[in-house]
């Protein structure tokens, strides 16, 4: 399986809102509500911030939400921040088992 | 609260098995329905899902990677380990460990570098 097509790099304003894509397959993204994504800041580890498309876990701002329409993922960040900047990668479970990730965007906070 | 660390050597020679170890400490690796993960990052690029383990031994392996990973766990060391034959220079990558938790990784750790080279 071929890994989810994101965006390369978006770039905001403070205060504004932001959309990440994340593209999938019939056999991925729209085949299972089991998209999550993932922000990792240089030299950090990935920290999860949204899972099964929409789930927000413990702790994470509800400045983060998700969605899915057919075979595309989306992440918002609402209020934007400039601790925001870092990459968000998405994830998907496919057919066959396994778990697939986007390339990442770098988000760049102006 | 529930933490890992990886660990490992950080250089490998070419055609060399790699050995990498998760520590789980704050929490027992039995309880809690979880599995364990190992997933890689190249320089600069995105993540790859390696595998995962249940602490009844119950293995899944990603497709691309099934014949050169083993994964395997030790419940009395709380600990989960990751063998990889074969390296070559595009196995360079920082190696992380992972908590699964429902249909996402929730919980990981700081990662370890692992470099390809003679």
């Known amino acids: 399986q071929s890994a989810l097509t994101q965006p390369a790099s978006v770039s905001g304003s403070p205060g504004q809102s932001i959309t990440f894509s994340c593209t999938g397959a019939?056999?991925?993204?729209?085949?299972?509500?089991?998209v999550s994504w993932y922000q990792q800041h240089p030299g950090r580890a990935p920290k999860l911030i949204i899972s099964?498309?929409?789930k927000r876990p413990s702790g994470v701002s509800n400045r983060f939400s998700g969605s899915k329409s057919g075979n595309t993922a989306s992440l918002t960040i609402s209020g934007l921040q400039a601790e925001d900047e870092a990459d968000y990668y998405c994830?998907?479970?496919?057919?066959?088992?396994?778990?697939?990730f986007g390339g990442g965007t770098k988000l760049t906070v102006l | 609260q529930v933490q890992l660390q990886e660990s490992g050597p950080g250089l490998v020679e070419p055609s060399q098995t790699l050995s990498l170890t998760c520590t789980v400490s704050?929490?027992?690796?039995?309880?809690?329905?979880?599995?364990w993960s190992w997933l890689r990052q190249h320089p600069g690029k995105g993540l790859e899902w390696i595998g995962y383990?249940?602490?009844?031994?119950?293995?899944y392996y990603n497709p691309s990677l099934k014949n050169l990973v083993t994964i395997s766990v030790d419940t009395s060391e709380n600990q989960f380990s990751l063998n990889l034959i074969s390296l070559t220079a595009a196995d360079t990558a920082v190696y992380y460990c992972?908590?699964?938790?429902?249909?996402?990784?929730?919980?990981w750790g700081p990662g370890t570098v692992v470099t390809v080279s003679s």
């Open positions: 992972a908590r699964v938790s429902g249909n996402a990784f929730d919980l």
């Open positions: 704050g929490g027992n690796i039995i309880y809690g329905g979880y599995y």
């Open positions: 383990i249940f602490h009844t031994g119950n293995v």
């Open positions: 019939n056999s991925d993204v729209g085949h299972y509500n089991l």
């Open positions: 099964d498309v929409t």
């Open positions: 994830c998907s479970y496919a057919i066959g088992g396994t778990w697939l």
